[in-house]
């Protein structure tokens, strides 16, 4: 039986880039002694693509120029077979001959940008590898703030009131948006539409408090959210595991924040360690709410993650009005913090387990899409090419 090679992919240009290499960190060691031979694709923060065995020891991330100058450069090439390989670039010494690995499936890691907003699962897809959690759609809709609102909205899931607009609307009408800002009500909450971790997130009382906290926002990112703020606001996330078709909720989970608006220090840096992750973040699981609101949650939480067309693991996170306990959207997370195992080993998984089946998952969507019809015999071409350069007027 031929090695069956993981690749594990983490990293990338993303502000998220450490909180991925510390999910990579515990996928690989959680694998250690599966049937897997795991290999380690570390995308660096230029972009570089790299692989090694010493990428798989945290303590080698506390200098990385040296780990990228001792890491090889790797990259997926297709052999004469049409097999996916991730292959070694010329490593430099005389006896270390370049090596190729046939790609079995890829775990992505990342959290972040194009690591988590589809570009990496299409190229996964155009290399045609078994990759685990969303696809290219769910992924680029889940990570947009705004369309995924949208999406929301056209499929009766409650969101908050809201406006967006993009950096050339607010040089040209900043009045007309502060006055339908204002028609909204303060406090509203300013967002990046592709960002997270709470980067460029802010909530503002008055109308100066705005201006300043969008003109922050727009140095992430050309696109912002302005919602009207929730309050008294409880926070309660929910998982969902599988696929479009066959999926179930976890355990739901109250993150605490120090303050009200949860930030980046909130979530990775209130005593958490490096082999914990997210799980040692502040949070109530399963969430101290009733039965009632935990099961309009769960169904909802499925319901968004079949809307996106999800798979594999996906955290839904909520907006709860504590008072009246009013449910809103906040967003989907597709590739989670941990991959949000620490609400699947409060009922039925432990992190391997789960691995397991994302990566299961994977496969069977990669089967199920190589099962199909994917291209169509037809001499269109040589009819074309008999015609000559002229036949081509009229195509499409
Ligand atoms: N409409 C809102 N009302 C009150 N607080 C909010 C609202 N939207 C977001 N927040 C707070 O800001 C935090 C970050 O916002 P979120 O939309 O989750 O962005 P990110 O993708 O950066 O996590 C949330 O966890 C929550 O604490
Ligand atoms: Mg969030």
Redesign the pocket.
């Known amino acids: 039986m031929p090695d069956k090679n993981l690749i594990v992919a983490f990293g990338g240009i993303s502000p998220e880039h450490e909180v991925s290499v510390l999910s990579a960190m515990q996928v690989m060691s959680s694998l250690e002694e599966s049937s897997y031979t795991i290999i380690p694709l570390y995308i660096t923060k230029s972009g570089r693509w790299l692989t090694g065995e010493l990428l798989k020891d945290l303590s080698e991330y506390k200098d990385i120029k040296k780990l990228e100058e001792s890491a090889v450069s790797c990259a997926f090439v297709k052999d004469d077979i049409g097999r996916t390989l991730l292959k070694e670039q010329d490593k430099g010494g005389l006896f270390s001959k370049p090596q190729a690995f046939p790609v079995y499936a890829v775990v992505c890691a990342f959290h972040g940008s194009e690591g988590e907003n589809g570009a990496f699962q299409g190229v996964c897809e155009m290399f045609n590898v078994p990759y685990t959690g969303s696809g290219v759609l769910g992924s680029s809709v889940g990570m947009d703030?705004v369309k995924a609102k949208q999406l929301c909205e056209a499929n009766n899931i409650p969101v908050?009131n809201?406006l967006d607009f993009y950096e050339s609307d607010w040089e040209k009408h900043q009045d007309t948006i502060l006055e339908e800002a204002n028609l909204l009500g303060f406090?509203?909450?300013v967002?990046p539409a592709t960002?997270?971790?709470?980067?460029?997130?802010r909530?503002v009382e008055s109308q100066d408090d705005l201006i300043e906290a969008v003109e922050t926002a727009f140095r992430y990112d050309a696109h912002l959210l302005v919602?009207?703020?929730?309050?008294p606001?409880m926070?309660i996330n929910c998982s969902v595991l599988g696929t479009a078709e066959n999926c179930r909720a976890s355990v739901c989970e109250r993150?605490l924040?120090s303050t009200?608006?949860?930030?980046?220090e909130d979530?990775y840096q209130s005593g958490g360690s490096a082999e914990k992750g997210m799980a040692s973040a502040d949070r109530v699981i399963p969430a101290d709410i009733s039965a009632e609101l935990t099961d309009t949650i769960r169904t909802m939480a499925v319901h968004i993650f079949k809307t996106f067309d999800a798979a594999g693991v996906a955290r839904l996170?909520f907006?709860v009005n504590a008072d009246t306990e009013q449910v809103?959207f906040?967003?989907i997370?597709t590739i989670p913090g941990s991959f949000s195992f620490y609400l699947w080993d409060k009922s039925d998984l432990n992190f391997t387990q789960l691995m397991e089946e994302l990566i299961q998952i994977g496969i069977q969507r990669h089967q199920a899409k190589n099962g199909r019809i994917r291209s169509y015999e037809t001499n269109l071409l040589s009819e074309k090419a008999a015609k000559g350069i002229k036949g081509l007027k009229g195509i499409k």
């Open positions: 703030k908050t809201s406090p509203l909450v967002k960002l997270g971790s709470s980067i460029g997130v909530k919602e009207e703020a929730i309050h606001l926070e993150p924040g009200e608006t949860l930030s980046f979530k996170d907006l809103f906040n967003e997370n």
